[in-house]
């Protein structure tokens, strides 16, 4: 089994930046890709920025160019670097690993963006 600790989330102004944190422990061997996604309120669940076993990334159109996930392999840490954001970004964001059959989801962590 995989365990997700999700960390960074706050309240930030418009045009400001946050980094979340997203560390996994347990059975970390069988995660083939980790992601972001978020959850606003009355709204569904969508995916932000992956990133496989292999180093690819994706990311949502609404936040190219101003998010970066990254992961830093030595500490089973994934990061979602945030930029210039907006306030429709915020949402609650949780992490999620793949490890095909399973899915593991973090607990989530609030991003608040004022105007």
């Known amino acids: 089994q995989v365990q997700l600790v999700e960390s960074g989330g706050g309240l930030v102004q418009a045009g400001g930046s946050l980094r979340l944190s997203c560390a996994a422990s347990?059975?970390?061997?069988?995660?083939?890709?980790m992601g972001w996604y978020r959850q606003a309120p009355g709204k569904q669940r969508e995916l932000v920025a992956a990133i496989t076993r292999g180093g690819r990334t994706n990311y949502a159109d609404s936040v190219k160019g101003r998010f970066t996930i990254s992961r830093d392999n030595a500490k089973n840490t994934v990061y979602l670097q945030m930029n210039s954001l907006k306030p429709e970004d915020t949402a609650v964001y949780y992490c999620n690993a793949d490890s095909f059959p399973s899915v593991t989801w973090g607990q989530g962590t609030q991003v608040t963006v004022s105007s």
């Open positions: 347990g059975s970390i061997f069988s995660i083939n890709a």
